[in-house]
């Protein structure tokens, strides 16, 4: 029996619900550790990290009521540092839309057409790992203001 500790919760923001679907599906046979929420717009799936333990954000930068780059700098406000692993699976395909996805806090970009359900799974996982640690670094560098105080 699975523990929550072995879960991986992953909120999957996108408006197309065939993509939706195809990405849901490429995770679930990539692991059974996964439990998926699902968005059809940046509001919604906003709500849903709010309300749900989410370990990792995968979404399309496309959204119908607002860009990926806004939901970005929502989820992760350069002034609190990262705070939400994310992953951008997008139709872009131009390297400076992955570049700035990256410099507001996407740990990875993939481009759909070019992505398989392993390469999602290795991005997720990185992208949890990556803040993880990120994490741990800035509660060691805050301790250390602390005792230097």
Request: glycine share 6%.
């Amino acid at each position: 029996m699975e523990t929550p500790s072995q879960i991986t919760s992953v909120l999957l923001i996108d408006p197309n619900n065939d993509d939706r679907q195809y990405w849901m599906g490429r995770l679930a046979s990539s692991s059974a550790h996964y439990k998926v929420f699902e968005a059809k717009d940046a509001e919604t799936g906003l709500a849903l990290c709010h309300s749900e333990r989410v370990d990792c954000v995968v979404m399309e930068l496309h959204l119908p009521d607002m860009s990926g780059f806004q939901v970005l700098m929502r989820l992760n406000p350069i002034i609190r540092g990262l705070q939400t692993p994310v992953v951008a699976l997008s139709h872009f395909i131009l390297p400076s839309i992955a570049e700035a996805a990256k410099k507001l806090g996407a740990q990875s970009y993939l481009i759909k057409s070019q992505a398989s359900g392993d390469d999602l799974d290795r991005a997720i996982q990185k992208a949890i790992a990556g803040v993880g640690v990120m994490r741990k670094e800035a509660y060691v560098r805050k301790a250390k203001k602390k005792s230097a105080a």
